[in-house]
């Protein structure tokens, strides 16, 4: 399985200004997803709950970078933050129903084979 780190795209025919106006959205986007990421880790580790991106939005669209963003693109950006913990929280969940499972399938072994384990 190969992992890639980054991806990088060619954006070929666009002039000078078009290009840095695409480098600004780009970076706009960026720093908006840092920021709902560090908002939700935040709640998180003070409240021990995941904050949904509808608590997010409200925290989030006085920033200059939600501002500057069109609204459909900052809220995108926001969605994919929520998106991405709730994938992680799922993981959490899985990992450790699978210790679980783990544990309680070496217990039935053990049992069953009448060892010490």
């Known amino acids: 399985m190969v992992m890639y780190l980054a991806q ?11 290009f840095l106006a695409l480098k600004e ?3 706009l986007s960026k ?12 709640y998180f580790f003070e409240e021990r709950k ?5 608590s997010n939005y409200h ?10 963003l ?5 809220q995108q950006t926001l969605k994919v933050v929520d998106r991405t913990f ?3 929280y799922g ?16 217990l039935t072994t053990c049992q069953k084979t009448a060892t010490s384990c």
């Open 8 to 18: 990088k795209n060619q954006v070929r025919e666009l002039n000078k200004s078009e």
């Open 25 to 27: 959205l780009c970076r």
């Open 31 to 42: 720093n908006l997803y840092n920021l709902g990421l560090y908002t939700v880790r935040q």
């Open 50 to 54: 995941h904050l949904r991106y509808e």
């Open 59 to 68: 925290q989030c669209k006085v920033n200059e970078n939600y501002q500057l």
């Open 70 to 74: 069109n609204t459909d693109i900052a």
């Open 86 to 88: 709730k994938s992680f």
């Open 91 to 106: 993981l959490i969940s899985a990992s450790s129903e699978e210790a679980t499972n783990s544990e309680l399938s070496f």
